[in-house]
């Protein structure tokens, strides 16, 4: 037993290699022999990784899913930022520029009406909830935009802490749904070409959302929709602790 | 040499995330604005231009083509590691505002798509490239 943890602690990113490509290989399976391809592998995947993350977060508390796992602790460096950052410029290797310009000006605008829209939702739910105090309706309100623009915007005009973790569960709901949801409902929304994605990714923002999302849909998609995800963070971070709260702040 | 694709890859990330820090500062916003989005800007346009050639062709660009290979992949062990026993523990008010968002921003993507297309009855449904 102390050798598998030996072997497996020192070498976690390999360890993270192999499981995923098992899980994979087994999402695949499934989805041919079950759904006969009606629901794409990769989702399967991001699904049971979802689900894996729920019980790794169970088993050990922590706050990284399977990753705070000891002997897993490679996903969390294969599935972190700067991988997940590196691989999705990658898929930008083969795009025309002339793609991206199309849905430039659509692109720009996605940004702020989905911020604008989603912090709009999550403030009225928490009103809704019975919240009148504009820093705490401000907080969730950003939450709804993303599990990090919650957490800067609630420090910036100083919500409780309770708030703040309560932003970051909103965010992090919208995240998942986003994961599962795209392919789901992409046939009905025209989620099929470049410049719709690029549309798509600016009006949900959250990265991890939209990459996954996309990459159930349709992989070639996906450096359209995360082009404009990425501005989604830095836009919501500026408007929610200033424009946004000026607003909140002066209706209640 | 399959590295110089990953070193022009490495670069065009290095050289986003420093300008998207620089805005973020220059904002006065605690987060990187844009920093990804900007170096898939500058891998767009060294795949597009014929001086990079020598780092975007043949093996090279295989060093590239592998790391968007492994795309899924780690999104799949991203998936592994959210958070998602607190997104569980969030409660009705986080549940009901997170899915709130997502739906309504899901019924915005048909319309927001139209910005911009000259004939959005005639145009043929481009699946991009392939």
Known sequence: ?252 | MIVYGVALLSACLILGMLIGEALGVMLGVEANVGGVGIAMLFLVLASNSRQFKALTEGAAGDGIKFWSAMYIPIVVAMAARQNVAAAVDGGLLALLAGVAAVVVSFALVPVLSKIGKPKPVDQPQDGGPA
């Open chain 1, 1 to 252: 037993m102390e050798i598998f943890e030996t072997v497996f602690v020192r070498n976690n990113l390999i360890v993270a290699f192999a499981l995923v490509g098992v899980t994979i290989w087994f999402s695949y399976w499934l989805a041919d022999k079950l759904t006969q391809g009606r629901i794409h592998g990769s989702a399967i995947a991001i699904a049971l990784g979802l689900v894996a993350a729920y019980f790794g977060g169970i088993a050990t508390g922590g706050n990284t899913g399977l990753a705070d796992v000891a002997m897993l602790g490679g996903i969390g460096l294969m599935g972190g930022g700067m991988l997940r950052d590196f691989a999705i410029v990658a898929t930008a290797f083969g795009v025309q520029l002339s793609e991206l310009k199309k849905a430039g000006l659509a692109g720009v605008i996605s940004i702020f009406a989905g911020v604008i829209v989603s912090f709009v939702v999550g403030a009225a739910i928490s009103v809704m909830f019975g919240y009148t105090d504009p820093a705490e309706i401000t907080t969730i309100g950003a939450g709804a935009v993303t599990y990090i623009v919650g957490p800067v915007t609630g420090e910036a005009i100083g919500a409780s802490n309770e708030v703040i973790t309560l932003s970051v569960a909103a965010g992090l709901v919208k995240s998942i749904l986003v994961m599962i949801g795209t392919p789901l409902v992409a046939r009905f929304i025209g989620l099929d070409n470049p410049q719709s994605a690029m549309v798509f990714g600016g009006l949900m923002g959250t990265t991890s959302g939209v990459a996954a999302g996309l990459a159930a849909t349709d992989p070639k998609l996906v450096p359209y929709g995360a082009m404009t995800a990425t501005f989604y963070t830095g836009v919501g971070c500026l408007l929610g602790p200033s424009i946004l709260f000026f607003i909140v702040n002066g209706m209640f």
